[in-house]
Protein backbone atom coordinates (compact mmCIF):
# COMPACT_ATOMS: atom_id res chain seq x y z
CA UNK A 1 0.00 0.00 0.00
CA UNK A 2 0.98 3.36 -1.08
CA UNK A 3 1.99 6.25 1.93
CA UNK A 4 3.08 9.80 2.03
CA UNK A 5 5.44 10.65 5.06
CA UNK A 6 5.94 14.57 5.80
CA UNK A 7 9.81 14.35 7.81
CA UNK A 8 9.02 17.89 9.57
CA UNK A 9 5.16 18.67 11.17
CA UNK A 10 6.58 22.35 11.70
CA UNK A 11 9.24 24.51 9.92
CA UNK A 12 9.82 27.64 11.07
CA UNK A 13 12.01 29.89 8.53
CA UNK A 14 12.80 33.87 8.56
CA UNK A 15 11.30 35.85 6.09
CA UNK A 16 13.77 35.57 2.65
CA UNK A 17 15.55 32.57 3.94
CA UNK A 18 15.27 29.29 1.55
CA UNK A 19 12.92 26.80 2.82
CA UNK A 20 12.77 23.30 1.82
CA UNK A 21 10.21 20.51 2.97
CA UNK A 22 10.00 17.04 3.08
CA UNK A 23 8.27 14.37 1.81
CA UNK A 24 9.14 10.70 1.29
CA UNK A 25 6.81 8.30 -0.07
CA UNK A 26 6.36 4.32 -0.74
CA UNK A 27 4.67 2.66 -3.41
CA UNK A 28 5.33 -0.45 -5.56
CA UNK A 29 3.90 1.11 -9.13
CA UNK A 30 4.88 4.50 -10.45
CA UNK A 31 3.37 7.60 -8.82
CA UNK A 32 2.18 10.75 -9.47
CA UNK A 33 2.87 13.15 -6.91
CA UNK A 34 1.53 16.62 -5.60
CA UNK A 35 1.96 19.56 -3.21
CA UNK A 36 -0.76 21.91 -2.39
CA UNK A 37 -1.01 24.27 0.25
CA UNK A 38 -3.89 25.00 2.79
CA UNK A 39 -4.61 28.30 4.36
CA UNK A 40 -6.53 28.63 7.53
CA UNK A 41 -9.75 27.18 6.97
CA UNK A 42 -9.96 27.07 3.25
CA UNK A 43 -9.93 24.28 0.79
CA UNK A 44 -6.72 23.29 -0.93
CA UNK A 45 -4.69 25.01 -3.77
CA UNK A 46 -2.11 22.92 -6.17
CA UNK A 47 1.20 23.87 -5.93
CA UNK A 48 2.48 21.78 -8.26
CA UNK A 49 2.34 18.24 -9.40
CA UNK A 50 5.20 15.92 -10.99
CA UNK A 51 3.74 13.46 -13.70
CA UNK A 52 6.27 12.65 -15.62
CA UNK A 53 9.22 13.81 -17.73
CA UNK A 54 11.70 16.28 -16.07
CA UNK A 55 12.00 15.93 -12.28
CA UNK A 56 12.72 18.65 -11.72
CA UNK A 57 9.08 20.50 -11.34
CA UNK A 58 8.45 24.64 -10.97
CA UNK A 59 5.06 25.17 -9.34
CA UNK A 60 2.89 28.78 -8.36
CA UNK A 61 4.49 31.25 -5.90
CA UNK A 62 8.31 30.57 -6.57
CA UNK A 63 8.13 26.84 -5.28
CA UNK A 64 9.78 23.86 -7.13
CA UNK A 65 10.24 20.30 -6.16
CA UNK A 66 12.31 17.55 -7.47
CA UNK A 67 11.27 14.11 -7.92
CA UNK A 68 13.58 12.01 -6.94
CA UNK A 69 12.82 7.81 -7.85
CA UNK A 70 15.53 6.04 -6.09
CA UNK A 71 14.82 8.35 -3.21
CA UNK A 72 11.61 7.91 -3.02
CA UNK A 73 11.17 11.70 -2.45
CA UNK A 74 9.49 14.49 -3.50
CA UNK A 75 10.49 17.46 -1.60
CA UNK A 76 9.56 21.20 -1.93
CA UNK A 77 11.24 24.43 -1.98
CA UNK A 78 11.31 27.68 -2.36
CA UNK A 79 14.97 29.78 -2.22
CA UNK A 80 13.03 33.25 -0.64
CA UNK A 81 10.23 32.85 1.37
CA UNK A 82 7.28 35.43 2.45
CA UNK A 83 5.31 36.09 5.11
CA UNK A 84 2.39 35.11 2.76
CA UNK A 85 4.20 31.97 2.89
CA UNK A 86 2.40 31.11 6.05
CA UNK A 87 0.19 28.34 5.60
CA UNK A 88 -0.01 24.50 5.81
CA UNK A 89 1.37 22.57 2.81
CA UNK A 90 0.63 18.80 2.05
CA UNK A 91 2.52 16.52 -0.08
CA UNK A 92 0.33 13.97 -1.96
CA UNK A 93 0.69 10.45 -4.06
CA UNK A 94 -1.89 8.99 -6.55
CA UNK A 95 -1.07 5.59 -8.39
CA UNK A 96 -3.32 3.71 -10.91
CA UNK A 97 -4.83 7.05 -11.70
CA UNK A 98 -7.33 5.13 -13.89
CA UNK A 99 -7.52 2.17 -11.78
CA UNK A 100 -8.53 3.82 -8.75
CA UNK A 101 -10.25 7.01 -10.03
CA UNK A 102 -7.13 9.25 -8.98
CA UNK A 103 -7.29 8.78 -5.23
CA UNK A 104 -5.05 10.80 -3.31
CA UNK A 105 -3.04 9.94 -0.63
CA UNK A 106 -2.05 12.71 1.76
CA UNK A 107 1.12 13.21 3.73
CA UNK A 108 0.59 14.61 7.25
CA UNK A 109 1.35 18.02 6.74
CA UNK A 110 4.17 20.51 7.13
CA UNK A 111 3.11 23.88 8.86
CA UNK A 112 5.00 26.61 7.21
CA UNK A 113 5.95 29.46 9.93
CA UNK A 114 7.46 32.55 8.06
CA UNK A 115 8.73 35.17 10.69
CA UNK A 116 9.61 38.64 10.08
CA UNK B 1 -11.12 27.92 -14.60
CA UNK B 2 -11.66 24.23 -12.61
CA UNK B 3 -13.59 25.73 -9.63
CA UNK B 4 -15.35 23.63 -7.18
CA UNK B 5 -17.52 25.27 -4.80
CA UNK B 6 -19.51 23.91 -1.38
CA UNK B 7 -22.42 25.18 0.48
CA UNK B 8 -22.24 25.96 2.90
CA UNK B 9 -19.12 27.05 4.26
CA UNK B 10 -20.26 26.37 7.51
CA UNK B 11 -22.48 24.79 9.35
CA UNK B 12 -24.35 24.48 13.33
CA UNK B 13 -26.54 21.80 14.01
CA UNK B 14 -28.01 20.34 17.04
CA UNK B 15 -27.19 16.10 17.93
CA UNK B 16 -29.21 14.17 15.81
CA UNK B 17 -30.20 16.14 13.18
CA UNK B 18 -28.58 15.92 9.35
CA UNK B 19 -27.13 18.08 7.59
CA UNK B 20 -26.26 18.42 3.89
CA UNK B 21 -23.44 19.37 1.88
CA UNK B 22 -23.46 20.56 -1.57
CA UNK B 23 -20.44 20.06 -3.93
CA UNK B 24 -20.58 21.54 -7.45
CA UNK B 25 -17.72 21.19 -10.17
CA UNK B 26 -18.69 25.40 -11.59
CA UNK B 27 -17.08 25.10 -14.63
CA UNK B 28 -16.48 21.88 -15.70
CA UNK B 29 -17.59 18.24 -15.74
CA UNK B 30 -16.67 16.21 -12.78
CA UNK B 31 -16.37 12.22 -13.81
CA UNK B 32 -15.30 11.48 -10.32
CA UNK B 33 -16.00 13.40 -6.94
CA UNK B 34 -14.20 13.02 -3.50
CA UNK B 35 -15.09 13.88 0.32
CA UNK B 36 -12.79 14.50 2.83
CA UNK B 37 -12.60 14.44 6.37
CA UNK B 38 -10.14 17.01 8.18
CA UNK B 39 -9.85 17.42 11.77
CA UNK B 40 -7.68 20.42 13.64
CA UNK B 41 -4.15 20.46 12.82
CA UNK B 42 -4.72 17.09 10.88
CA UNK B 43 -4.36 15.82 7.25
CA UNK B 44 -6.72 15.31 5.12
CA UNK B 45 -8.62 11.71 5.42
CA UNK B 46 -10.27 10.81 1.93
CA UNK B 47 -14.09 8.90 3.04
CA UNK B 48 -15.33 8.69 -0.08
CA UNK B 49 -15.16 8.31 -3.83
CA UNK B 50 -18.18 8.81 -5.77
CA UNK B 51 -18.78 8.69 -9.91
CA UNK B 52 -21.68 10.20 -11.20
CA UNK B 53 -24.68 7.70 -11.54
CA UNK B 54 -23.41 4.96 -9.74
CA UNK B 55 -23.01 4.26 -5.38
CA UNK B 56 -19.89 5.81 -3.46
CA UNK B 57 -17.11 3.80 -2.62
CA UNK B 58 -16.58 4.52 0.98
CA UNK B 59 -12.94 4.05 2.51
CA UNK B 60 -12.75 0.95 5.38
CA UNK B 61 -14.04 2.18 8.94
CA UNK B 62 -16.19 5.47 7.58
CA UNK B 63 -20.02 4.62 7.85
CA UNK B 64 -21.68 4.39 4.46
CA UNK B 65 -25.22 4.40 6.73
CA UNK B 66 -24.37 7.74 8.41
CA UNK B 67 -22.21 9.67 5.71
CA UNK B 68 -24.64 9.41 2.29
CA UNK B 69 -23.32 10.54 -0.65
CA UNK B 70 -25.19 11.41 -3.94
CA UNK B 71 -23.49 12.29 -6.79
CA UNK B 72 -26.93 12.80 -9.28
CA UNK B 73 -25.04 14.81 -12.25
CA UNK B 74 -21.21 16.05 -13.51
CA UNK B 75 -21.08 19.00 -12.21
CA UNK B 76 -22.96 17.86 -8.17
CA UNK B 77 -22.38 15.73 -5.53
CA UNK B 78 -23.94 15.81 -2.11
CA UNK B 79 -22.18 14.27 1.44
CA UNK B 80 -25.33 14.09 4.01
CA UNK B 81 -24.33 13.80 7.73
CA UNK B 82 -27.30 11.49 9.03
CA UNK B 83 -28.20 11.90 13.08
CA UNK B 84 -25.13 13.63 13.68
CA UNK B 85 -23.51 13.94 17.05
CA UNK B 86 -20.58 16.11 18.24
CA UNK B 87 -17.81 14.02 17.04
CA UNK B 88 -18.69 14.44 13.59
CA UNK B 89 -17.66 17.90 14.09
CA UNK B 90 -15.08 18.70 11.82
CA UNK B 91 -13.88 20.25 8.33
CA UNK B 92 -15.43 18.55 5.27
CA UNK B 93 -13.54 18.98 1.99
CA UNK B 94 -14.55 17.90 -1.36
CA UNK B 95 -12.89 17.47 -4.83
CA UNK B 96 -13.38 16.73 -7.81
CA UNK B 97 -11.92 15.00 -10.88
CA UNK B 98 -12.35 16.60 -14.61
CA UNK B 99 -14.04 14.64 -17.52
CA UNK B 100 -11.32 14.16 -20.41
CA UNK B 101 -7.91 13.86 -20.51
CA UNK B 102 -6.96 14.89 -17.34
CA UNK B 103 -8.98 12.50 -14.46
CA UNK B 104 -5.62 12.74 -12.25
CA UNK B 105 -5.58 16.54 -10.88
CA UNK B 106 -8.34 17.02 -8.54
CA UNK B 107 -9.61 20.50 -7.88
CA UNK B 108 -10.89 21.07 -4.10
CA UNK B 109 -13.28 22.92 -2.62
CA UNK B 110 -13.05 25.62 0.15
CA UNK B 111 -14.55 23.33 2.32
CA UNK B 112 -17.61 23.33 5.04
CA UNK B 113 -16.88 23.30 8.58
CA UNK B 114 -19.61 21.91 10.40
CA UNK B 115 -20.52 21.92 14.27
CA UNK B 116 -22.78 19.57 16.21
CA UNK B 117 -23.62 21.08 19.05
Known amino acids: AQSVTQLDSQVPVFEEAPVELRCNYS??????LFWYVQYPNQGLQLLLK??????LVKGINGFEAEFNKSQTSFHLRKPSVHISDTAEYFCAVSEGIYNQGGKLIFGQGTELSVKP | GAVVSQHPSWVICKSGTSVKIECRSL??????MFWYRQFPKQSLMLMAT?????????EQGVEKDKFLINHASLTLSTLTVTSAHPEDSSFYIC?????????????FGPGTRLTVT
Open chain 2, 27 to 32: DFQATT
Open chain 2, 95 to 107: SASETGPRPYEQY
Open chain 1, 50 to 55: YLSGST
Open chain 2, 50 to 58: SNEGSKATY
Open chain 1, 27 to 32: SSVSVY
